[in-house]
């Protein structure tokens, strides 16, 4: 029975906490309080703020925002490393407690819980994506990544020498797919004879194993490389190391990480997309809309490494910038994956 | 009694200066990120039991470890130390959220007690496995649940970005790798309006009852118990020692793939990435706190919850890295652990407590 | 499918192998010492992170590799005494201890981190040493004899902890204590010292397995770095049946069938990629379940010894 001894033992200790602690004063202040001065904003993360990519192009575009409108205007909270739903669903719904009005949930694994949460606070503004389904206080973003990932396949396909472009993926899904996919189309139609090989490390945050899978795709000649998510940066740091092969990043300018191997990028401009749900908030719009990121908008943009432009050939940088314009003008739509 | 009283109030003190001391080390490194350990802990133990949120919050993560938690005892108590239930959950997850999608029509009588029936088939298979294994081919169980832990892992993710993924994300493009939700009428209900609180919280809870029956007042679980405290022995008394590890295995596999089921049916209404809150590691701590008794299970499922959400509530308040959350996780489990001694050895025991009481009445002298 | 698996791309997929098995290699080797005493660390995952960056952050400061693997294996021996402290010495329940180790290694590496670098930061590494002439032989030069000196330590780690385990006296009582701690007790050998020293042995090889990750092959650090391999590498020591030889096996069984699915997808072989990431995991499972027999596990295995008292 010494057992039963422990459990009773158990039990007494957590009422001991229950009672111990409702005595002490709370930290939190709960009341909801609209500020009409200042926008407080919060961002939830499945990753870290300073990823490189899609996590840190989020918290960098806050960080815009906050600059442009004055720091004493705009307060920003951030929560990170909360890759599952259940952890993000109790950070999300703290902050609208404690009076958030606008709450970026920053993953396309935050949905149900947005939608769970959202009618609870129907005067809070939320946010999340990669998605599209949207509530009267949810907005849907959805960058539209196939279309850098076009302009960069295109880019690829003129500068390999071997003839070969790889792609390290994390996992075959979502905007992975959406970005591959692209690039596919874009080296196709830079050169028809210019091989596309993919391979996934299965992973989003396993750096090792992406620089492992990049050093594979090299020695089996890929000489121009591309991938997304966090993992990505260590496959871009595997080929800092070497000589005559290039790396395109998507999501934010990972120059820095190599500044001689990174040639192109896609950047994510969230500032835009955070600015137009200010506004949108502000005119009365808490939600509904499902926004997408595309070349037309700004929202997109293509960008060499400065460091690296002279090396790309004016007539390659001009059929980028065909390929850009048609897509601006809508003439040419880039192919969604269809299953 | 009055002994008796004695040594449960000693075993409090003990578990208390081991929380205590663990608190102690963990604001050394809340002084190295710059925070204010006082602030930071009053949040991290107020915050969970402060106000329905935090009561709520704590015991949605008590349902998954208490689930997972009483399928460790089976197995632990049987001899097999069972590090699969991350998998096991995933395989009890998808199997429910296959069926539930699958057959949308029928009545919630008929579809919920199938929904459980197949994510306890799913999760108990996946257990089997390694019971199996272990049983007939001497296949040592850490290796063949860590191995099965990214299996399954690989194979769930296939099914919610391949077959199983919601229409709605092909037809839109987004493709985001989750199921369909779930018929409406078969999510669990609330228990508390505005919270996320719901009925798998008593299922739990009466099958920690039922574990326990099964353990101490039946002769299988009498059998079970003896295999684990020594499969020889047990095999001399006439016991089938192989057929008894699978059915343990197959029965935590079973418990944990429910904790993916009541995860599925209750909070996320789908499978979807990051279903898991990391509940199979840490429902073995809950386990072992719980003395791998099915009842103890219970309060220890609570008190590790709290500790979860009040880590996490702690990163909001006090702005640290969420890094800080695990490095207090882990000196609570390691301290925790090591007070076991001090209950064993008294007299070393009174000798060390005399010393931390005093260093502990310095630390409240200098708030 | 002909032609694909030309000879290069064999010599490709045996050199990453080589270059994959290194981390599991070290961290398994120090397992095994330790489970030879008689303790299983499920830590090991944890300890590495540490080690990872500890090596990084002192390549980083002091610019130099070698320091950062000189204080990768003092952090390592740090984290390793914090397990022997807690199973041996206060006897806890070494599997829920592990546990315990693993989550502060994972926290505090990250936290560390983010204090003191944040951010994606990059080191300038070990390099690959090409052995003079050896390197230079066709077809199994460049898989054996191009790589960077920790993958070279890691492989004559095997024959020598096979010398150290069965000829030196350390290694004999390392095997009594974790067989039989009573008869090693009354023989006066200290059980508890040996299981000290094994744990830090095994903690300053896991964080070198660490270190490789983030000075010999990554050069630079992310958080939850190891991504699991701690764990395998434990799986690998009960694969290895608890034999340098047998560690060595499994090691480079694993790491093939995982540079051989690289290279399967990277020739665009179609078949779903998750299977692909699978296949190291089910060829350890199908290889130990088709080798079935006795287990020659040390019999005192994850039981504390407590002294006058018998089994």
Same mark, same amino acid.
């Given at each position: 029975?010494?057992?039963?001894?422990?459990?009773?033992?158990?039990?007494?200790?957590?009422?001991?906490?229950?009672?111990?602690?409702?005595?002490?004063?709370?930290?939190?202040?709960?009341?909801?309080?609209?500020?009409?001065?200042?926008?407080?904003?919060?961002?939830?993360?499945?990753?870290?703020?300073?990823?490189?990519?899609?996590?840190?192009?989020?918290?960098?575009?806050?960080?815009?925002?906050?600059?442009?409108?004055?720091?004493?205007?705009?307060?920003?909270?951030?929560?990170?490393?909360?890759?599952?739903?259940?952890?993000?669903?109790?950070?999300?719904?703290?902050?609208?407690?404690?009076?958030?009005?606008?709450?970026?949930?920053?993953?396309?694994?935050?949905?149900?819980?947005?939608?769970?949460?959202?009618?609870?606070?129907?005067?809070?503004?939320?946010?999340?994506?990669?998605?599209?389904?949207?509530?009267?206080?949810?907005?849907?973003?959805?960058?539209?990544?196939?279309?850098?990932?076009?302009?960069?396949?295109?880019?690829?396909?003129?500068?390999?020498?071997?003839?070969?472009?790889?792609?390290?993926?994390?996992?075959?899904?979502?905007?992975?797919?959406?970005?591959?996919?692209?690039?596919?189309?874009?080296?196709?139609?830079?050169?028809?004879?210019?091989?596309?090989?993919?391979?996934?490390?299965?992973?989003?945050?396993?750096?090792?194993?992406?620089?492992?899978?990049?050093?594979?795709?090299?020695?089996?000649?890929?000489?121009?490389?591309?991938?997304?998510?966090?993992?990505?940066?260590?496959?871009?740091?595997?080929?800092?190391?070497?000589?005559?092969?290039?790396?395109?990043?998507?999501?934010?300018?990972?120059?820095?990480?190599?500044?001689?191997?990174?040639?192109?990028?896609?950047?994510?401009?969230?500032?835009?997309?955070?600015?137009?749900?200010?506004?949108?908030?502000?005119?009365?719009?808490?939600?509904?809309?499902?926004?997408?990121?595309?070349?037309?908008?700004?929202?997109?943009?293509?960008?060499?490494?400065?460091?690296?432009?002279?090396?790309?050939?004016?007539?390659?940088?001009?059929?980028?910038?065909?390929?850009?314009?048609?897509?601006?003008?809508?003439?040419?739509?880039?192919?969604?994956?269809?299953? | 009694?009055?002994?008796?009283?004695?040594?449960?109030?000693?075993?409090?003190?003990?578990?208390?200066?081991?929380?205590?001391?663990?608190?102690?080390?963990?604001?050394?490194?809340?002084?190295?990120?710059?925070?204010?350990?006082?602030?930071?802990?009053?949040?991290?133990?107020?915050?969970?039991?402060?106000?329905?949120?935090?009561?709520?919050?704590?015991?949605?993560?008590?349902?998954?470890?208490?689930?997972?938690?009483?399928?460790?005892?089976?197995?632990?108590?049987?001899?097999?130390?069972?590090?699969?239930?991350?998998?096991?959950?995933?395989?009890?997850?998808?199997?429910?959220?296959? #069926?539930?999608?699958?057959?949308?029509?029928?009545?919630?009588?008929?579809?919920?007690?199938?929904?459980?029936?197949?994510?306890?088939?799913?999760?108990?298979?996946?257990?089997?496995?390694?019971?199996?294994?272990?049983?007939?081919?001497?296949?040592?169980?850490?290796?063949?649940?860590?191995?099965?832990?990214?299996?399954?892992?690989?194979?769930?993710?296939?099914?919610?970005?391949?077959?199983?993924?919601?229409?709605?994300?092909?037809?839109?493009?987004?493709?985001?790798?989750?199921?369909?939700?779930?018929?409406?009428?078969?999510?669990?209900?609330?228990?508390?309006?505005?919270?996320?609180?719901?009925?798998?919280?008593?299922?739990?809870?009466?099958?920690?009852?039922?574990?326990?029956?099964?353990?101490?007042?039946?002769?299988?679980?009498?059998?079970?118990?003896?295999?684990?405290?020594?499969?020889?022995?047990?095999?001399?008394?006439?016991?089938?020692?192989?057929?008894?590890?699978?059915?343990?295995?197959?029965?935590?596999?079973?418990?944990?793939?429910?904790?993916?089921? #009541?995860?599925?049916?209750?909070?996320?209404?789908?499978?979807?990435?990051?279903?898991?809150?990391?509940?199979?590691?840490?429902?073995?701590?809950?386990?072992?706190?719980?003395?791998?008794?099915?009842?103890?299970?219970?309060?220890?499922?609570?008190?590790?919850?709290?500790?979860?959400?009040?880590?996490?509530?702690?990163?909001?308040?006090?702005?640290?890295?969420?890094?800080?959350?695990?490095?207090?996780?882990?000196?609570?489990?390691?301290?925790? #652990?090591?007070?076991?001694?001090?209950?064993?050895?008294?007299?070393?025991?009174?000798?060390?407590?005399?010393?931390?009481?005093?260093?502990?009445?310095?630390?409240?002298?200098?708030? | 499918?002909?032609?694909?698996?030309?000879?290069?791309?064999?010599?490709?997929?045996?050199?990453?192998?080589?270059?994959?098995?290194?981390?599991?290699?070290?961290?398994?080797?120090?397992?095994?010492?330790?489970?030879?005493?008689?303790?299983?660390?499920?830590?090991?995952?944890?300890?590495?992170?540490?080690?990872?960056?500890?090596?990084?952050?002192?390549?980083?400061?002091?610019?130099?590799?070698?320091?950062?693997?000189?204080?990768?294996?003092?952090?390592?021996?740090?984290?390793?005494?914090?397990?022997?402290?807690?199973?041996?010495?206060?006897?806890?329940?070494?599997?829920?201890?592990?546990?315990?180790?693993?989550?502060?290694?994972?926290?505090?590496?990250?936290?560390?981190?983010?204090?003191?670098?944040?951010?994606?930061?990059?080191?300038?590494?070990?390099?690959?040493?090409?052995?003079?002439?050896?390197?230079?032989?066709?077809?199994?030069?460049?898989?054996?004899?191009?790589?960077?000196?920790?993958?070279?330590?890691?492989?004559?780690?095997?024959?020598?902890?096979?010398?150290?385990?069965?000829?030196?006296?350390?290694?004999?009582?390392?095997?009594?204590?974790?067989?039989?701690?009573?008869?090693?007790?009354?023989?006066?050998?200290?059980?508890?010292?040996?299981?000290?020293?094994?744990?830090?042995?095994?903690?300053?090889?896991?964080?070198?397995?660490?270190?490789?990750?983030?000075?010999?092959?990554?050069?630079?650090?992310?958080?939850?770095?190891?991504?699991?391999?701690?764990?395998?590498?434990?799986?690998?020591?009960?694969?290895?049946?608890?034999?340098?030889?047998?560690?060595?096996?499994?090691?480079?069984?694993?790491?093939?069938?995982?540079?051989?699915?690289?290279?399967?997808?990277?020739?665009?072989?179609?078949?779903?990629?998750?299977?692909?990431?699978?296949?190291?995991?089910?060829?350890?499972?199908?290889?130990?379940?088709?080798?079935?027999?006795?287990?020659?596990?040390?019999?005192?295995?994850?039981?504390?010894?407590?002294?006058?008292?018998?089994?």
């Amino acid at each position: 029975m010494k057992k039963n001894v422990l459990s009773v033992i158990l039990a007494v200790l957590t009422l001991l906490a229950f009672t111990g602690c409702g005595t002490k004063p709370t930290a939190e202040p709960a009341p909801q309080k609209t500020d009409v001065e200042k926008i407080r904003i919060a961002l939830v993360l499945p990753a870290t703020v300073d990823d490189m990519a899609w996590g840190q192009s989020m918290v960098d575009g806050l960080k815009e925002v906050q600059k442009s409108m004055g720091e004493d205007k705009v307060e920003v909270a951030i929560s990170e490393k909360l890759g599952n739903a259940v952890d993000a669903g109790s950070a999300i719904r703290q902050y609208a407690t404690q009076g958030y009005e606008i709450i970026f949930a920053h993953g396309s694994q935050y949905q149900s819980v947005l939608n769970d949460i959202a009618k609870d606070f129907p005067e809070t503004t939320f946010a999340y994506g990669t998605g599209f389904a949207t509530q009267p206080n949810i907005f849907a973003y959805d960058p539209q990544a196939q279309e850098g990932g076009y302009l960069l396949g295109i880019l690829a396909a003129h500068m390999t020498k071997s003839g070969v472009v790889g792609i390290i993926g994390p996992v075959e899904s979502g905007d992975a797919v959406k970005y591959n996919y692209g690039v596919q189309q874009g080296v196709a139609k830079g050169k028809a004879d210019v091989q596309t090989r993919i391979a996934y490390t299965g992973s989003f945050n396993d750096i090792v194993g992406a620089g492992n899978l990049a050093k594979t795709q090299m020695s089996a000649g890929a000489d121009i490389l591309t991938g997304s998510s966090q993992q990505a940066v260590g496959a871009v740091r595997a080929i800092g190391e070497t000589e005559g092969n290039y790396w395109l990043s998507t999501d934010m300018d990972q120059s820095s990480i190599a500044p001689n191997h990174v040639l192109a990028s896609q950047v994510y401009h969230w500032e835009k997309v955070v600015t137009k749900i200010i506004e949108l908030r502000k005119q009365g719009t808490l939600g509904g809309q499902h926004l997408t990121l595309t070349l037309a908008d700004g929202t997109i943009e293509f960008k060499y490494n400065e460091k690296l432009a002279d090396k790309v050939p004016a007539e390659v940088k001009a059929a980028v910038e065909a390929a850009k314009q048609e897509i601006i003008s809508g003439k040419l739509k880039v192919e969604l994956p269809k299953k | 009694m009055s002994s008796n009283y004695n040594g449960v109030f000693k075993q409090i003190m003990v578990l208390i200066s081991a929380l205590v001391g663990a608190l102690l080390v963990g604001a050394l490194f809340l002084l190295l990120a710059k925070s204010d350990p006082v602030k930071a802990y009053g949040v991290m133990f107020s915050g969970p039991f402060s106000d329905k949120f935090g009561i709520t919050e704590t015991l949605v993560r008590a349902v998954p470890l208490l689930l997972v938690g009483l399928g460790i005892v089976i197995s632990f108590r049987s001899g097999i130390i069972n590090i699969g239930a991350e998998g096991q959950i995933l395989a009890g997850a998808i199997g429910a959220t296959a #069926v539930a999608t699958s057959l949308p029509d029928l009545p919630a009588v008929m579809l919920l007690p199938l929904v459980f029936l197949a994510g306890a088939t799913c999760g108990g298979l996946w257990g089997g496995i390694a019971g199996w294994l272990k049983a007939r081919l001497s296949v040592n169980e850490i290796l063949s649940t860590v191995m099965l832990n990214q299996i399954a892992l690989q194979i769930y993710l296939f099914l919610i970005r391949g077959p199983l993924i919601d229409p709605k994300e092909v037809s839109y493009g987004t493709g985001v790798p989750q199921t369909a939700l779930i018929p409406e009428h078969i999510w669990l209900s609330k228990l508390i309006p505005g919270t996320r609180i719901h009925s798998g919280l008593i299922f739990a809870l009466l099958l920690a009852v039922l574990v326990y029956v099964f353990l101490w007042k039946t002769s299988s679980g009498y059998r079970m118990r003896a295999v684990g405290a020594g499969p020889e022995a047990a095999r001399y008394a006439g016991i089938r020692v192989e057929w008894y590890l699978v059915l343990a295995m197959a029965l935590a596999g079973g418990m944990a793939g429910l904790a993916g089921v #009541v995860e599925v049916a209750g909070v996320h209404h789908r499978s979807l990435e990051g279903l898991s809150a990391g509940y199979g590691f840490s429902g073995i701590v809950a386990a072992l706190f719980g003395r791998l008794h099915p009842l103890g299970t219970i309060p220890a499922s609570v008190l590790f919850g709290a500790l979860l959400v009040g880590a996490d509530m702690m990163q909001r308040a006090v702005n640290i890295p969420a890094a800080m959350i695990m490095v207090i996780q882990g000196l609570v489990v390691l301290f925790v #652990v090591s007070s076991d001694y001090f209950l064993q050895n008294p007299d070393f025991g009174a000798r060390i407590k005399a010393k931390l009481f005093g260093e502990k009445a310095d630390g409240e002298g200098g708030k | 499918m002909d032609g694909v698996m030309s000879a290069d791309i064999i010599v490709i997929i045996l050199a990453t192998g080589i270059r994959l098995a290194t981390p599991f290699l070290l961290a398994a080797l120090g397992e095994m010492f330790v489970q030879r005493s008689g303790v299983y660390n499920l830590g090991v995952e944890g300890i590495m992170m540490m080690g990872a960056f500890a090596g990084f952050y002192a390549t980083l400061q002091l610019g130099t590799p070698l320091l950062g693997i000189a204080i990768s294996l003092a952090i390592g021996a740090l984290m390793g005494l914090i397990m022997a402290v807690v199973s041996v010495t206060f006897k806890a329940e070494q599997g829920i201890s592990g546990i315990g180790l693993y989550m502060f290694g994972w926290g505090l590496s990250g936290l560390l981190f983010r204090l003191y670098v944040g951010g994606v930061t990059s080191i300038d590494g070990l390099k690959p040493i090409a052995i003079p002439l050896l390197s230079n032989i066709p077809i199994i030069g460049p898989v054996l004899f191009n790589h960077n000196g920790l993958v070279y330590t890691a492989f004559l780690l095997v024959p020598l902890s096979g010398l150290i385990l069965y000829k030196t006296s350390w290694g004999l009582n390392v095997r009594a204590v974790g067989n039989k701690p009573e008869a090693a007790d009354t023989l006066g050998v200290s059980v508890v010292r040996i299981r000290y020293e094994c744990l830090i042995l095994g903690g300053m090889l896991a964080a070198l397995a660490g270190a490789f990750l983030t000075i010999g092959q990554a050069n630079m650090y992310a958080d939850n770095i190891t991504a699991g391999r701690g764990f395998i590498a434990i799986a690998l020591v009960y694969f290895g049946r608890w034999s340098p030889w047998g560690i060595l096996l499994g090691s480079l069984l694993f790491s093939m069938a995982d540079s051989f699915q690289s290279m399967v997808q990277v020739l665009g072989i179609n078949f779903p990629y998750e299977l692909a990431v699978i296949l190291p995991y089910l060829v350890t499972i199908i290889a130990l379940a088709i080798s079935y027999g006795r287990v020659w596990a040390p019999a005192a295995l994850g039981k504390p010894f407590q002294r006058g008292t018998r089994g």
